[in-house]
């Protein structure tokens, strides 16, 4: 009797094990696959220089400006709207920059007699950002063709007299390569996009030729071409 | 009842402490000076009128002379009069009235005090210091007396402060040099001394022929051109703008102490305006452009004669963002 007993308490007991071990077993879920957060905006902070060959080689000879980078600083604020598979972003964005040169004119007095010209510069762009690479075949370069147009507002002067100024409005054509950043700390950047909401990072350099001024008889020709590098966000 | 006899012991203990302490005690504390208002200066305290390194009165000031008004606190109102004396202990009747020691001089100067613990007193910076001096820190005493006999010794009813003057202004600016230019000139010159405040420049047109300064000239009548301010040694003076080029200017430098005190006139340069081509000119004159930019030697953009093609390649643009809409 007493062996029947134990006998039942032992099967007792490893089917109770079971039942335990298979309620275990269906709580169990999968970790949730990472997807980053929707993407629509970029921001570029740039920093570089612009040549307006349109204002001919005294612009750039030594008399003159030829000494001096500029340089040229600005940001851009992209949108885009949809994304298309295998195309990557398209959107549009749009601009302020700012470039000046300063110099001393020749024969004038130092200090006194200085040349300046700046040029104040808003665009309007339209873009495709071609992120395939990247989001495809783990290649983190990205790749930015820009068209749009640009209005500039240019201003010249010497020394403290009344200074010209006029406005030149031209398209604009540019292209970016970017570097995303992701790469260098995957973990990171998904932290990145969690808290913040930023998808990626990347370093980038741009190369434009702006036709502000060219296209229109009555305006200054203040087009030329300029290069940009500088930080990049979108989120 | 319990609680006045527990009392009475202490309140007696007080009394008695009173009583002893009283008369070591003074009946008032030192007077306090203060200045409200000085002429001619947005702020000031007596920190500033101290010392030579401050901003001591200056000639203008004593000359002029500029009105303080002073506020004396703590004055004891028992007594009869604040009288002003110079010098150095004049805290101590013997030496106030003593006909044959200088050192300590009455100023004559006495107001009433008129029952009041504050007195407020407007007087000119010359009734307080001898603007025949040259520089230096004369000390003055306020002291509230009943008679210019009275002793204020262990009353602390007396207050002396520094005033320091300088009525002497810098060396004058040496070295002047200044260049030729179109829009003004750079001037350089050696700075007189290491107080000083400000420099100013004085130019004036057709002061000068063929590179000689006019004899007439007369800097004292014209308003300084520019100013520079700091112990600085160069400058930049503007052309009048409506001057055509060759006009010959005078041109030279004043400078001015932590007193603002004026030094002599620099020595007199002769300047010209130039005729350098700015770029805009150069590149206008160049006829590199075929726009309309440069128009009536002017170089502005003329309105009227704009091209419309700008607003053809906004109108461009406009229609590849509404294809593109579309597309979407």
């Given at each position: 009797?007493?062996?029947?007993?134990?006998?039942?308490?032992?099967?007792?007991?490893?089917?109770?094990?079971?039942?335990?071990?298979r309620?275990d077993?269906?709580?169990?879920?999968?970790?949730?696959?990472?997807?980053?957060s929707?993407?629509?905006?970029?921001?570029?902070?740039?920093?570089?220089?612009?040549?307006?060959?349109g204002?001919?080689?005294?612009?750039?000879?030594?008399?003159?400006?030829?000494?001096d980078?500029?340089?040229?600083?600005?940001f851009?604020?992209?949108?885009?709207?949809?994304?298309?598979?295998?195309?990557?972003?398209?959107?549009i964005?749009?601009?302020l920059?700012?470039?000046?040169?300063?110099?001393?004119?020749?024969?004038?007095?130092a200090n006194v007699?200085?040349?300046?010209f700046?040029?104040?510069?808003?665009r309007?762009?339209?873009?495709?950002?071609?992120?395939?690479?990247?989001?495809?075949?783990?290649?983190?370069l990205?790749?930015?063709?820009?068209?749009?147009?640009?209005?500039?507002?240019?201003?010249?002067?010497?020394?403290?007299?009344?200074?010209?100024?006029?406005w030149?409005?031209g398209?604009?054509?540019?292209?970016?390569?970017?570097?995303?950043?992701?790469f260098?700390?995957?973990?990171?950047a998904?932290?990145?996009?969690?808290?913040?909401?930023?998808?990626?990072?990347?370093?980038?350099?741009?190369?434009?030729?702006?036709?502000?001024?060219?296209?229109?008889?009555?305006?200054?020709?203040i087009n030329?071409?300029?290069?940009t590098?500088?930080?990049?966000?979108?989120? | 009842m319990?609680?006045?006899?527990?009392?009475?012991?202490?309140?007696?203990?007080?009394?008695?402490?009173?009583?002893?302490?009283?008369?070591?005690?003074?009946?008032?504390a030192?007077?306090?000076?203060?200045?409200?208002?000085?002429?001619?200066?947005?702020?000031?305290?007596?920190?500033?009128?101290?010392?030579?390194n401050?901003?001591p009165?200056?000639?203008?000031?004593?000359?002029g002379?500029?009105?303080?008004d002073?506020?004396?606190t703590?004055?004891?109102p028992?007594?009869?009069?604040?009288?002003?004396?110079?010098?150095?202990?004049?805290?101590?009747?013997?030496?106030?009235?003593?006909?044959?020691?200088?050192?300590?001089?009455?100023?004559?100067?006495?107001?009433a005090?008129?029952?009041?613990?504050?007195?407020?007193v407007?007087l000119?910076?010359?009734r307080?210091?001898?603007?025949?001096?040259?520089?230096?820190?004369?000390?003055?005493?306020?002291?509230?007396?009943?008679?210019?006999?009275?002793?204020?010794?262990?009353?602390?009813?007396?207050?002396?402060f520094?005033?320091?003057?300088?009525?002497?202004g810098?060396?004058?600016?040496t070295?002047?040099?200044?260049?030729?230019?179109?829009?003004?000139?750079?001037?350089?010159?050696?700075?007189?001394?290491?107080?000083?405040?400000?420099?100013?420049?004085?130019?004036?047109?057709?002061?000068?022929?063929?590179?000689?300064?006019?004899e007439?000239l007369?800097?004292?009548?014209?308003?300084p051109?520019?100013?520079?301010?700091?112990?600085?040694?160069?400058?930049?003076?503007?052309?009048?703008?409506?001057?055509?080029?060759?006009?010959?200017?005078?041109?030279?430098?004043r400078?001015?102490?932590?007193s603002?005190?004026?030094?002599?006139?620099?020595?007199?340069?002769?300047?010209?305006?130039?005729?350098?081509?700015?770029?805009?000119e150069?590149?206008?004159?160049?006829?590199?452009?075929?726009?309309?930019a440069?128009?009536?030697?002017?170089?502005?953009?003329s309105?009227?004669?704009?091209?419309t093609?700008?607003?053809?390649?906004?109108?461009?643009?406009?229609?590849?963002?509404?294809?593109?809409?579309?597309?979407r």
């Open positions: 009797m007493t062996r029947l007993l134990l006998c039942f308490a032992a099967l007792l007991a490893v089917s109770t094990t079971a039942v335990t071990a309620a077993f269906d709580d169990w879920t999968a970790v949730p696959e990472y997807t980053g929707p993407e629509h905006f970029g921001l570029e902070l740039r920093v570089g220089a612009y040549y307006p060959t204002l001919g080689d005294l612009f750039t000879s030594s008399d003159y400006f030829g000494s980078i500029g340089p040229d600083l600005s851009e604020l992209h949108y885009f709207p949809f994304r298309i598979d295998y195309i990557g972003l398209l959107g964005g749009g601009g920059g700012w470039s000046q040169w300063d110099t001393e004119s020749p024969g004038g007095t007699d200085r040349n300046s700046e040029i104040l510069n808003m309007a762009l339209l873009l495709w950002r071609f992120d395939t690479l990247a989001r495809e075949l783990n290649v983190p990205v790749l930015t063709p820009k068209f749009g147009l640009d209005v500039g507002y240019w201003q010249t002067a010497l020394g403290s007299e009344s200074p010209e100024d006029g030149s409005i398209p604009r054509f540019a292209g970016k390569v970017s570097l995303e950043l992701d260098l700390e995957p973990r990171a998904r932290q990145l996009d969690e808290e913040w909401g930023i998808n990626h990072s990347e370093i980038f350099a741009e190369f434009h030729y702006s036709m502000a001024g060219e296209p229109a008889g009555g305006q200054l020709p030329g071409w300029g290069w590098l500088g930080l990049g966000f979108t989120f | 319990l609680r006045t006899h527990r009392l009475g012991p202490l309140a007696a203990l007080a009394a008695l402490a009173g009583a002893l302490l009283l008369p070591a005690l003074p009946a008032h030192q007077i306090q000076a203060q200045i409200l208002s000085f002429d001619g200066r947005t702020s000031v305290d007596l920190a500033d009128l101290a010392t030579q401050g901003t009165i200056n000639f203008d000031e004593c000359n002379p500029a009105q303080v002073w506020r004396f703590n004055v004891d028992n007594r009869a009069n604040l009288s002003f004396f110079s010098g150095t202990g004049c805290d101590d009747a013997s030496v106030r009235t003593d006909t044959n020691n200088t050192s300590c001089v009455d100023l004559e100067v006495t107001v005090i008129e029952g009041a613990t504050q007195v407020d407007t000119g910076v010359d307080l210091i001898n603007c025949d001096g040259m520089s230096g820190i004369d000390t003055i005493w306020a002291l509230a007396l009943d008679q210019p006999a009275s002793e204020v010794t262990g009353t602390n009813q007396s207050a002396s520094p005033l320091a003057y300088d009525f002497v810098p060396s004058a600016p070295n002047l040099t200044a260049s030729n230019g179109r829009s003004g000139s750079r001037l350089d010159w050696t700075s007189a001394g290491t107080t000083i405040l400000r420099s100013e420049i004085f130019l004036i047109s057709d002061g000068c022929t063929n590179g000689v300064a006019n007439d007369d800097f004292s009548t014209s308003t051109a520019q100013t520079i301010d700091g112990n600085v040694a160069s400058g930049t003076v503007p052309f009048p703008t409506e001057d055509p080029f060759e006009t010959e200017y005078a041109v030279a430098v400078a001015f102490d932590q603002s005190n004026p030094s002599e006139l620099s020595g007199v340069q002769c300047v010209r305006k130039v005729p350098v081509t700015s770029f805009f150069m590149y206008c004159e160049s006829g590199e452009s075929s726009a309309d440069c128009t009536g030697g002017s170089c502005s953009v309105a009227g004669r704009r091209s093609a700008g607003l053809g390649w906004l109108m461009m643009f406009g229609l590849a963002a509404l294809a593109l809409r579309r597309v």
